[in-house]
């Protein structure tokens, strides 16, 4: 019946392979919720690589993919998903910022993968892929005693936001959001209400914020103060700036964790256990 959150990859914008990038990671957006005997994914960043192999050592046969929106660093994973390759693994991807629109996200995927910018097309993944999408206000059943609530978040070109109930824990993951100083969003509010772990865009800090008014991303305070009024118990910082080096993300650890100690930094290879 356990219930694990594990970080494949925690970077925004463009995944950074560098020395200055190895202590938190370089890997963009994607995780791994382990539900009982089920495997929910987060987006499909660079992560969702070393993840896909990983699902291969262990035996697993399928999955359920649901994507944030599709902004290229949140996909440019998809096409090196070894799994999908695979005709005995089964796999579902859902999405919910295109206006439900019936085959909207096989689409943009199918374009991702198309000339001329790849060269291996979206067919050749012989698995049993399902699409479904979906509008951003629904409650969706993905599994058995698995309740996913979704809102639509402030971003280009629209993004969803998750809150993944099972076994009496609550996991948000809200990310690739854009909040209003001194408004904070009810959306987002009520979404994380009393979670046990809220997975938040702290792209940026309070301090750069001004000059990035309208590029579609919050800061670490402002997930700070949002789980601090929702009564959340702990804050995951996630989806850094590729320009916050090793250096930098160290001193916002230390920053955010005098700030309020139920803040973490999210980290490539970081697993949380719930339950």
């Known amino acids: 019946m356990g219930y694990t959150v594990k970080f494949w990859g925690v970077r925004g914008s463009i995944a950074c392979a560098s020395p200055q990038h190895v202590t938190y990671g370089g890997n963009t957006s994607c995780l791994e919720l382990t539900l009982g005997s089920n495997t929910l994914i987060f987006d499909a960043g ?17 999955a359920t993919l649901m994507l944030t929106h599709t902004h290229w660093d949140h996909i440019n994973g998809f096409p090196f998903f070894t799994p999908a390759f695979n ?7 859902l999405a919910g910022h295109l206006g439900g629109a019936e085959g909207a996200i096989r689409s943009i995927l199918a374009r991702q993968m198309d000339n001329p910018t790849f060269p291996v097309p979206l067919e050749t993944m012989r698995s049993n892929m399902q699409f479904l999408d979906f509008k951003a206000g629904e409650t969706l059943h993905p599994f058995e005693d698995v309740v996913v609530k979704t809102v639509p978040l402030r971003h280009p070109n629209e993004a969803t936001g998750y809150r993944v109930e099972y076994g009496g824990k609550a996991v948000c993951y809200v990310t690739d959001t854009e909040h209003l100083p001194g408004q904070p969003d009810a959306n987002v509010l009520k979404l994380i209400q009393g979670a046990d772990l809220v997975i938040y865009d702290s792209t940026y800090t309070d301090d750069e914020f001004p000059a990035r008014v309208g590029w579609g991303h919050s800061t670490w305070q402002e997930g700070i103060r949002l789980c601090r009024a929702a009564e959340v ?26 700030t309020w100690d139920g803040a973490i930094v999210a980290r490539d290879g970081m697993e949380i256990t719930l339950i």
């Open 233 to 258: 118990k702990q804050l995951a910082i996630f989806h850094h700036d590729p320009d916050h080096d090793d250096t930098f993300m160290s001193a916002l650890e230390a920053e955010a964790h005098q």
């Open 87 to 93: 005709p005995a693994f089964t796999l579902q991807v």
């Open 46 to 62: 660079t992560g969702l690589r070393f993840l896909g192999q990983n699902l291969i050592k262990r035996g697993k046969t399928q």
